[in-house]
């Protein structure tokens, strides 16, 4: 590693690294503006400039010596920039002369002859880099005249998003470089010259990104500011709280700034395991759900036909009577459904209180856009290995992205794997039924036919085996069964395999290698496959084949990512909201009722917390703005209790009404996509009469257990931690994740421990001494805790493929990011955003169709009929049309349905 003297401070330093990196190791920060760590360096401000010099060498290329034997230092004859020029082996940097600091007030006095003095107003104020440096390098008072000044316009919409005053702007780039080297949305750029020159929007319509709120962060000064937070306070009036965000599985870390009990702004918290320094815009701006006016703000009993108001105490003693009348006649007539956005507190104690204390295994989570959700034993068996990072593959880690669209699903997992395939080498191979945008980074993409899925993957097996380039030792420790399933794969040749599938042979080969031969590999399988395994057994033995062969599980950066679709849809399946799975992802031996099963009369009671079972998408969709959908088969039981945030369709059914608290007003932990538990933490205060989802659960509890013969432990908890303590001591997957273990870069005031609340109140964290809590840890597979664990090989038959039918097309069934949904809907700054209802179609079906892009087309399958507009492009092959399943009239589609296109 190179040495380089940096005020005569030494450092060694990897290859490769920059003068202004490695001054921050010495202690040194070197003023910039344009130069952010994760943009390519351009040293457009010249703020950074340094006294470079390196060892004078003579004719022999050896380094010449003064009299005490130190290198003699050539010394450039003019300034260098540090956020430009790599170090090297010897070199010597000054950054405190006098030349330096002449030229760091100069830089200054230039920005600020046109910048505007309108600090006491501008968002920036408080957190702005050109003021501070402008106070630590920059002149009293500047010599250009006031009347030079130039002008510019000071309130420029940028997007629905983003206002623009481009008086601040600076010219950095900083923006346009994000969207084009991060974002990959190069929506933005220069327009003019000199003076003149401004920042535009080159996308119809204006802004047309997932990300622009990061621009944002990354913007050096107040030029770029949130038309959600702008004006509305100062940074100073703030009060940060360390979060998780409540969307989809990545479950990006972030700041929830808040002053008078409302959320004034979201903010990326940085942690580079997760979501480095970046936040989608839906996680930025959808959180005005949490202080919404139709927030339900106290319990809610029918009486005469009707929904109204009661006490606490009241609606909770009617829960306890009713569900015990229930449950003593018969516990299996009691079932429950909770949703995957509920935390892990109030996940175990609803299963808790199910199947200890009411005796029924009829739990599910499986509702809405979750119905999908599959993989429970894959990922206890394969899951990626602790360490696994998403966004930091090397060059020698290899990850097939199967039926995926993290674009639209996961936003920022999208970026990540593109970071780790454009800085470090890592090889993508993104296989889906249509093109995606992740697929511009794949060094293989592969568009297979729907329900070909299985075929693909046995093809890829078979492609390996047929190599020899199985893992052999590995099989031999490991896996059981292996001749036998070689024996079953016989018929599936490559070649049938590619017929099956639709993939060129030599494609399947040239992935099957590149995953075989990679010394790390992973598995990332998105919801297009997992309804296909639904349909399908093989794709579930496709993929575990695919890692036992090849050895590819048991440690970091290899085995299966699960990308599930809401915050805790893993920690739903970890604490066992599945009728045949318990605790900790186990088996149970009685099997209870599915969602299904649940919501079609086979319960008298049912208890719902945080889903909405009455509609045909968790997301509020319908024929008409506004209007929301139920689902035909919904079965109201004789008794139905609903706890959630607001009166959705269920809770319009219900006999009893319970309010709940938004993440925003209580703390507890999810567990993200990638098995990582982390913890957040409450930054508002209750709306109205809420309670947090553990606290009705545990009151419900006390009540049932009261003046029973069972033996159980309490049921009184102060605060949310607790239930954390006692998941880490009985739940196997969590174990020894106690809010301690936790502990990384989050601070969180300390909980009361132990601490009763007569009131029986839930109790507000007490502001005092902090302590470290949580970036993540995450729990291990077997495959990684069990070194002596054997995998048996299952074969399973691939089923029979999509028919092709004349004049009909295969309807693949997509998600947006944004939707009218119950939470996006309250946020209006977004529903610009929210698209249209609309059929994506192959250009060759459109031509013989006869419609153009645009075109208003009917969609018509068994006795339903949709009217959209037609987007025309080459993302989906040919035979087969994409729509999104959460816009308005769109719900409820089925994936692989037979869809007949027509002109209207």
């Known amino acids: 590693m190179p040495q380089v003297t940096i005020d005569n401070k030494s450092v060694d330093v990897p290859h490769g690294t920059l003068i202004v990196e490695a001054a921050k190791q010495v202690g040194i920060e070197i003023p910039v503006f344009c130069y952010h760590p994760k943009l390519q360096p351009v040293g457009m401000c010249r703020m950074c400039l340094v006294e470079v010099g ?65 600090c006491p107003i501008c968002d920036k104020g408080g957190e702005c880099p050109l003021q501070n440096l402008t106070m630590a390098y920059g002149p009293g008072q500047s010599r250009f005249p006031v009347e030079s000044k130039f002008h510019n316009e000071k309130r420029v919409p940028l997007g629905d998003l983003i206002m623009l005053d481009r008086e601040r702007c600076i010219q950095c780039a900083r923006c346009v470089r994000f969207q084009t080297e991060i974002a990959d949305d190069p929506v ?276 390996i085996i047929d190599e020899n380039l199985e893992n052999i030792e590995f099989i031999r420790a490991r896996v059981a069964n292996f001749d036998a399933f070689k024996t079953a794969l016989a018929p599936y040749t490559v070649e049938r395999c590619a017929e099956l599938s639709g993939v060129n042979a030599d494609a399947l080969r040239n992935a099957a290698r590149a995953f075989a031969k990679s010394p790390d590999a992973l598995i990332l399988y998105g919801r297009e496959a997992m309804f296909a395994q639904q349909n399908d057994p093989a794709v579930a033995s496709g993929i575990a084949t695919l890692l036992l062969i090849t050895g590819h599980v048991g440690r970091a950066n290899n085995g299966l990512v699960a990308l599930y679709p809401h915050n805790n849809s893993t920690g739903a399946f970890d604490f066992g909201f599945l009728p045949d799975h318990g605790l900790g992802r186990a088996q149970v031996e009685s099997k209870g009722l599915s969602a299904r099963e ?65 993440f925003a007003e209580r703390e507890g932990t999810f567990t993200n996509t990638e098995r990582r538990v982390q913890l957040f933490r409450a930054a508002l205060k209750p709306v109205g009469e809420a309670k947090p989802d553990w606290w009705i659960v545990a009151e419900i509890g006390k009540r049932l257990v009261s003046g029973s013969n069972l033996k159980l432990e309490t049921w009184d908890y102060a605060h949310a931690l607790e239930i954390t303590e006692e998941i880490a001591a009985s739940v196997p997957l969590y174990k020894g994740m106690t809010c301690a273990a936790l502990a990384e870069n989050v601070k969180l005031p300390r909980p009361r421990s132990g601490q009763g609340n007569p009131s029986g109140e839930p109790a507000q964290i007490a502001m005092g001494e902090l302590e470290n809590i949580s970036s993540g840890k995450m729990w291990a597979s077997v495959a990684e805790s069990d070194a002596s664990a054997k995998f048996e090989l299952v074969w399973k038959e691939p089923s029979s493929q999509y028919s092709v039918v004349s004049n009909q097309y295969v309807l693949a069934v997509a998600r947006s990011l944004y939707d009218g949904g119950t939470l996006a809907s309250r946020t209006k700054i977004v529903q610009p955003r929210v698209p249209a209802p609309y059929v994506e179609i192959n250009s060759q079906d459109a031509e013989e169709i006869g419609i153009a892009n645009g075109a208003r087309v009917r969609v018509s399958f068994d006795a339903r009929v949709i009217q959209v507009s037609a987007r025309v492009n080459g993302h989906v092959p040919p035979g087969v049309v994409l729509m999104a399943n959460n816009l308005d009239g769109t719900a409820a589609l089925p994936m692989g349905a037979r869809v007949k296109i027509e002109k209207v």
């Not at 049912?606 to 909405?612: G, I, N, T």
Request: contains cysteine; charged residues 25%; hydrophobic residues 40%.
């Open 54 to 118: 390196t060892p004078k060498r003579g004719k022999d290329g050896q380094i010449e010596r003064d009299a005490n034997g130190a290198p003699v230092i050539a010394w450039m004859p003019k300034l260098q920039t540090a956020c430009t020029t790599v170090v090297s082996d010897g070199m010597m940097v000054r950054t405190d002369t006098a030349q330096v600091a002449d030229a760091r007030r100069a830089i200054i006095e230039f920005l600020l002859t046109s910048h505007p003095l309108d």
């Open 188 to 463: 933005l750029g220069f327009a003019a010259r000199g003076r003149g020159l401004e920042i535009v929007t080159l996308s119809d319509p204006p802004f047309d990104s997932k990300f622009s709120g990061n621009t944002i962060d990354t913007c050096p000064v107040g030029a770029l500011t949130s038309r959600d937070f702008r004006l509305s306070a100062r940074v100073w009036e703030v009060r940060d709280y360390p979060s998780v965000c409540a969307h989809c599985s990545v479950g990006c870390n972030l700041w929830i700034g808040e002053r008078d009990r409302t959320i004034k702004r979201i903010v990326p918290r940085e942690n580079e395991a997760v979501n480095e320094i970046w936040l989608c815009d839906k996680g930025r701006f959808v959180h005005h759900f949490a202080t919404s006016s139709e927030r339900l703000t106290q319990p809610l009993i029918r009486r005469n036909g009707d929904l109204q108001p009661a006490t606490w105490n009241q609606a909770l003693d009617l829960v306890a009577t009713r569900l015990k009348e229930i449950q003593q006649h018969d516990p299996n007539a009691v079932g429950g459904l909770a949703g995957d956005r509920a935390s892990n507190e109030d996940l175990y104690l609803f299963q808790k209180l199910f199947r200890r204390v009411i005796g029924s295994n009829n739990l599910d989570h499986r509702v809405g856009w979750s119905a999908a959700n599959v993989g429970a034993d894959l990922i206890r068996l394969y899951g990626a290995g602790i360490g696994t990072n998403l966004g930091a593959l090397a060059h020698d880690t290899t990850a097939l992205v199967l039926g995926a669209d993290p674009e639209e699903e996961q936003p920022v997992i999208r970026l990540r794997l593109a970071r780790s395939a454009r800085v470090f080498g890592a090889t993508l191979i993104v296989a889906n039924g249509r093109l995606t945008k992740l697929a511009k980074y794949a060094k293989q993409s592969v568009v297979y036919r729907y329900g070909g899925e299985s075929a693909f993957l046995l093809g890829m097996v078979r492609a």
């Open 598 to 662: 649940m919501t079609c009369g086979k319960v008298r009671a049912l208890y719902v917390m945080a889903c909405d079972p009455a509609l045909t998408s968790d997301s509020l969709v319908g024929t008409q703005q506004g209007e929301s959908v139920r689902q035909d088969g919904f079965v109201k039981p004789e008794f139905l209790v609903v706890q959630d945030l607001f009166l959705t369709e269920t809770a319009k059914l219900a006999d009893v009404v319970l309010p709940a608290q938004s």
